[in-house]
């Protein structure tokens, strides 16, 4: 999977299905932002797990939701952010 995929779940998530231009882009940056801010917390996303892509678009739409306010991390995706950092990935033996 690639970041056009996961900008595709972004817009879906968001509901702006059609956005081009300047809102594509900063649906794009937040996205950036979302793994910058996650590989700060010691998680590295692989784009090919969907728990990943899952983890990086709530983040990523939170940080556009947020931008209108000062909400604080919902507790649904912090809890995720904790799962994630503690549920060990299976490897193939």
Do not use: C, F
């Amino acid at each position: 999977m690639t970041h056009e995929y996961a900008l595709a779940l972004l817009k879906a998530d968001l509901g702006l299905y059609t956005v081009s231009g300047p809102v594509s882009d900063l649906l794009e940056s937040k996205l950036q932002a979302a793994e910058k801010a996650i590989a700060k917390m010691g998680i590295t996303i692989d784009m090919e797990d969907g728990d990943d892509l899952n983890l990086l678009v709530m983040h990523a739409a939170w940080l556009y939701r947020k931008r209108a306010g000062s909400d604080p991390m919902p507790p649904m995706l912090r809890q995720a952010i904790n799962d994630h950092k503690v549920t060990p990935k299976a490897v193939d033996a």
